[in-house]
């Protein structure tokens, strides 16, 4: 089992930034490809970014393309999504998840473990 807690969440204005983190353990980080996800309430989970065991590459949705960044520290068992110019469409519960996968990173599916989610909040 791999065991996954998100911070960082909170809240900031418009065109602020804030950096999320998610502290694996259970089993040997670098086995895993590591996504983070969001939902809105009453809205559908959505991808937002991941980043490849394989190689480190990095996916990103359209509306994160350009203003977040997904980056890994394997020493400390940690990935990190830093948020730039943070909008009100933004403001939902952002997920970190793992998966044994290489592939199709956006798919929610892949996705084996999922941490508990911290609440991010855009004001305008």
């Known amino acids: 089992q791999v065991q996954l807690v998100e911070s960082g969440g909170g809240l900031v204005q418009a065109g602020g930034s804030l950096r999320l983190s998610c502290a694996a353990s259970?089993?040997?980080?670098?086995?895993?490809?590591m996504g983070w996800f969001r939902q809105a309430p009453g809205k559908e989970r959505e991808f937002v970014a991941a980043?490849?065991?394989?190689?480190?590459?990095?996916y990103y949705s359209d509306s994160a393309k350009g203003r977040f960044t997904i980056s890994r520290d394997t020493a400390k068992n940690t990935v990190y999504l830093q948020m730039n110019d943070l909008k009100p469409e933004d403001t939902a519960v952002y997920y970190c998840?793992?998966?044994?996968?290489?592939?199709?990173?956006?798919?929610?599916?892949?996705?084996?473990?999922w941490g508990q989610g911290t609440q991010v909040t855009v004001s305008s």
């Open positions: 998840a793992s998966t044994y996968a290489g592939r199709s990173l956006s798919s929610q599916g892949n996705y084996g473990y």
């Open positions: 259970g089993r040997t980080f670098s086995s895993y490809s």
């Open positions: 980043i490849s065991k394989s190689d480190g590459n990095t």
